[in-house]
């Protein structure tokens, strides 16, 4: 990596030490409210279990409801484009293929799961979630799991989004809101839950739509306009059968219609594409716990529809499922010693392709505060791949805090690898009778990872916190589409890399006003020295938030320079700003603007992004 970046990254960070803020290994990112230290908060999404966010050693990051909808943004991947080393890549306007990359990775070496539910999407072209589909209503807390050390998770998990919906509590409560804005934009949305002695349910609605915008740059003629609707349902239910077990249901279904530019008709290409998206997913799980161990049974389902028309005939439809059933347990072996271990086995299916394939996993994880303010954790997992073998990965880590007065001061580090087998459709385009050489010609392998972090936390007792992490990780033989002759998959044999610097910082100014930054510089490269198309050397977020009870306000300004995609991308800043007014405990009315001064640019070299959108909405809580 280069010195002069990482210089601009230093000075970056001490200059803008004075006002700014943002999420770390161990915050919300809505600093003006903190009152306790964010070092101590517990989160689940690195290990699978609750721990404090002081003793974890990997890079973690979290969000709450307060601040996604505090942003406003409809769609969840544009809230999380604003935390560090995230970057998202959209083909147009809203519902069009999305990739979400952590430290430049492609969105399918992500796992997301929402309320324990992975997401994926089976007939998928690579198997992961469909960040396009995914609204941010109803959503009440987000944990983001950065780097490639998703042990528990799967090998194939190189970074890790889990998202989390309310649990019920006490009488019924909940909260209606509408929203309209440009683009004849419209996002309805409403939740409710409650329990009783032994049984507590959430239940949750979203419904979006936008006529949307022109997405190709490319269409000179006949433009029209590429709308979108997307209609989300969740239910959360548990019932406490004894103090020791509990049994829970998730369901939901996310139901959506979109349309794109220049697929292929009968006269050559043509604007009239559409396409068509279901998914429900189904989890079923019951939690033992005794006075020194917690144990986890669960099975869960995906069922994902896709079909694509053109020109009002369907030109292509598939159906896939996803079946997991897992056992995790937690075992406290003394007051210092954590012991987590579990097995994982899962099946994809195309139905469409009558293709399948099950993958079975075992891991176990050890954690120990080993002497005071050091703590260390070593894992290892074993997977067999029906179609490619069986493979080892593990991870490794450790954190030790200095008080420094009042604040605390962490330097961490991890270290994980992993491997993703290609997907059943790679394999089966390049098969396929599409296929060409070279692709045709391809016997696809399996990918491996590994990569490492160094990172050092300066924690205030205040909440205020500072962090810079240093990242490398790198890819053997990655598998990507030929978009030269577009022939099929071909596999990029050698290493691919991303490295580079995380600079975050947050600070809660007063007890009103906290500002929030984060900068990330990754140098990206593939086998023959290039960098990776689509990703960033240089991106990052500063946000200022204002919160009184009564007004919330939000600005952020965003910025992405240097990245290419087949040609030099231009950079660009992006300015949204926001407004929550609370008329009454119940009633608050909301105002935000997007892309506030009209910026015109590209993520991805041949489509469009939105321009300047203005919304208004209200929010009514019972």
């Given at each position: 990596?280069?010195?002069?970046?990482?210089?601009?990254?230093?000075?970056?960070?001490?200059?803008?030490?004075?006002?700014?803020?943002?999420?770390?290994?161990?915050?919300?990112?809505?600093?003006?409210?903190?009152?306790?230290?964010?070092?101590?908060?517990?989160?689940?999404?690195?290990?699978?279990?609750?721990?404090?966010?002081?003793?974890?050693?990997?890079?973690?990051?979290?969000?709450?409801?307060?601040?996604?909808?505090?942003?406003?943004?409809?769609?969840?991947?544009?809230?999380?484009?604003?935390?560090?080393?995230?970057?998202?890549?959209?083909?147009?306007?809203?519902?069009?293929?999305?990739?979400?990359?952590?430290?430049?990775?492609?969105?399918?070496?992500?796992?997301?799961?929402?309320?324990?539910?992975?997401?994926?999407?089976?007939?998928?072209?690579?198997?992961?979630?469909?960040?396009?589909?995914?609204?941010?209503?109803?959503?009440?807390?987000?944990?983001?799991?950065?780097?490639?050390?998703?042990?528990?998770?799967?090998?194939?998990?190189?970074?890790?989004?889990?998202?989390?919906?309310?649990?019920?509590?006490?009488?019924?409560?909940?909260?209606?809101?509408?929203?309209?804005?440009?683009?004849?934009?419209?996002?309805?949305?409403?939740?409710?839950?409650?329990?009783?002695?032994?049984?507590?349910?959430?239940?949750?609605?979203?419904?979006?739509?936008?006529?949307?915008?022109?997405?190709?740059?490319?269409?000179?003629?006949?433009?029209?306009?590429?709308?979108?609707?997307?209609?989300?349902?969740?239910?959360?239910?548990?019932?406490?059968?004894?103090?020791?077990?509990?049994?829970?249901?998730?369901?939901?279904?996310?139901?959506?219609?979109?349309?794109?530019?220049?697929?292929?008709?009968?006269?050559?290409?043509?604007?009239?594409?559409?396409?068509?998206?279901?998914?429900?997913?189904?989890?079923?799980?019951?939690?033992?716990?005794?006075?020194?161990?917690?144990?986890?049974?669960?099975?869960?389902?995906?069922?994902?529809?896709?079909?694509?028309?053109?020109?009002?005939?369907?030109?292509?439809?598939?159906?896939?499922?996803?079946?997991?059933?897992?056992?995790?347990?937690?075992?406290?072996?003394?007051?210092?010693?954590?012991?987590?271990?579990?097995?994982?086995?899962?099946?994809?299916?195309?139905?469409?392709?009558?293709?399948?394939?099950?993958?079975?996993?075992?891991?176990?994880?050890?954690?120990?505060?080993?002497?005071?303010?050091?703590?260390?954790?070593?894992?290892?997992?074993?997977?067999?791949?029906?179609?490619?073998?069986?493979?080892?990965?593990?991870?490794?880590?450790?954190?030790?805090?200095?008080?420094?007065?009042?604040?605390?001061?962490?330097?961490?580090?991890?270290?994980?690898?992993?491997?993703?087998?290609?997907?059943?459709?790679?394999?089966?385009?390049?098969?396929?009778?599409?296929?060409?050489?070279?692709?045709?010609?391809?016997?696809?392998?399996?990918?491996?990872?590994?990569?490492?972090?160094?990172?050092?936390?300066y924690a205030l007792a205040s909440g205020s916190q500072f962090e810079i992490t240093y990242f490398d990780q790198k890819i053997e033989d990655s598998i990507y589409f030929d978009l030269a002759t577009f022939s099929g998959?071909?596999?990029?044999?050698?290493?691919?890399?991303?490295?580079?610097?995380?600079?975050?910082?947050?600070?809660?100014?007063?007890?009103?006003?906290?500002?929030?930054?984060?900068?990330?510089?990754?140098?990206?490269?593939?086998?023959?020295?290039?960098?990776?198309?689509?990703?960033?050397?240089?991106?990052?977020?500063?946000?200022?938030?204002?919160?009184?009870?009564?007004?919330?306000?939000?600005?952020?300004?965003?910025?992405?320079?240097?990245?290419?995609?087949?040609?030099?991308?231009?950079?660009?800043?992006?300015?949204?700003?926001?407004?929550?007014?609370?008329?009454?405990?119940?009633?608050?009315?909301?105002?935000?603007?997007?892309?506030?001064?009209?910026?015109?640019?590209?993520?991805?070299?041949?489509?469009?992004?939105?321009?300047?959108?203005?919304y208004i909405g209200a929010q009514y809580q019972f």
């Amino acid at each position: 990596m280069q010195h002069r970046p990482l210089a601009i990254a230093i000075s970056f960070a001490l200059a803008a030490s004075p006002t700014i803020a943002q999420t770390t290994d161990a915050t919300s990112t809505n600093p003006a409210n903190e009152t306790d230290s964010n070092l101590e908060r517990m989160v689940v999404v690195s290990s699978r279990v609750a721990m404090p966010i002081r003793e974890v050693a990997t890079s973690v990051s979290v969000m709450t409801r307060d601040e996604i909808e505090t942003r406003g943004y409809a769609n969840l991947a544009d809230v999380l484009r604003t935390q560090p080393s995230i970057t998202v890549t959209s083909n147009g306007s809203a519902g069009s293929t999305t990739s979400l990359r952590i430290r430049g990775e492609e969105g399918y070496r992500t796992q997301v799961r929402i309320d324990g539910v992975e997401v994926s999407d089976p007939t998928a072209t690579q198997v992961g979630p469909n960040f396009g589909q995914i609204q941010s209503s109803n959503i009440n807390r987000v944990e983001i799991l950065r780097g490639s050390q998703g042990l528990v998770y799967g090998a194939d998990a190189g970074g890790v989004i889990n998202i989390e919906t309310a649990n019920g509590v006490g009488a019924p409560s909940g909260q209606v809101s509408a929203e309209y804005g440009r683009y004849n934009a419209t996002n309805l949305a409403a939740d409710v839950g409650g329990s009783s002695d032994k049984f507590d349910y959430y239940l949750a609605a979203s419904d979006f739509s936008t006529d949307g915008f022109n997405s190709r740059v490319t269409t000179l003629e006949n433009q029209d306009d590429d709308g979108y609707d997307n209609t989300t349902l969740h239910t959360r239910l548990g019932y406490q059968v004894n103090e020791q077990v509990k049994l829970n249901f998730v369901a939901r279904n996310t139901n959506a219609e979109g349309e794109y530019d220049s697929c292929f008709g009968a006269a050559g290409s043509t604007n009239d594409c559409e396409n068509e998206f279901d998914q429900t997913d189904l989890r079923v799980s019951a939690n033992y716990s005794t006075n020194t161990s917690e144990h986890q049974f669960s099975l869960a389902k995906s069922f994902i529809e896709r079909e694509f028309i053109t020109e009002g005939l369907s030109s292509f439809d598939t159906k896939g499922t996803v079946e997991r059933a897992e056992y995790l347990g937690s075992t406290e072996l003394n007051q210092s010693a954590n012991l987590v271990y579990g097995i994982d086995w899962k099946q994809e299916k195309v139905t469409s392709d009558d293709d399948s394939r099950t993958q079975r996993g075992y891991y176990l994880e050890y954690q120990s505060e080993v002497k005071s303010n050091l703590f260390v954790t070593a894992g290892v997992r074993h997977d067999d791949n029906e179609d490619f073998g069986e493979h080892t990965s593990y991870r490794l880590s450790s954190a030790y805090i200095w008080a420094v007065g009042n604040n605390e001061l962490k330097l961490r580090g991890a270290y994980g690898t992993g491997f993703r087998a290609p997907s059943l459709s790679e394999i089966a385009y390049n098969t396929g009778p599409f296929s060409y050489a070279p692709a045709s010609e391809v016997d696809l392998k399996e990918e491996t990872t590994k990569g490492y972090e160094i990172g050092l936390t300066y924690a205030l007792a205040s909440g205020s916190q500072f962090e810079i992490t240093y990242f490398d990780q790198k890819i053997e033989d990655s598998i990507y589409f030929d978009l030269a002759t577009f022939s099929g998959y071909l596999q990029d044999l050698g290493e691919s890399t991303s490295e580079g610097i995380e600079l975050i910082a947050d600070i809660a100014i007063t007890d009103t006003i906290g500002v929030s930054a984060n900068y990330t510089y990754n140098d990206t490269e593939d086998t023959a020295g290039d960098q990776r198309r689509r990703r960033p050397r240089n991106s990052g977020s500063i946000s200022v938030f204002y919160d009184n009870n009564t007004w919330k306000l939000a600005a952020s300004l965003r910025s992405s320079h240097d990245s290419v995609d087949g040609v030099e991308l231009e950079g660009y800043e992006v300015v949204d700003v926001s407004a929550r007014y609370s008329v009454n405990k119940n009633l608050s009315l909301s105002a935000r603007l997007e892309n506030a001064f009209d910026a015109n640019y590209q993520d991805i070299a041949t489509y469009n992004t939105s321009g300047a959108a203005g919304y208004i909405g209200a929010q009514y809580q019972f």
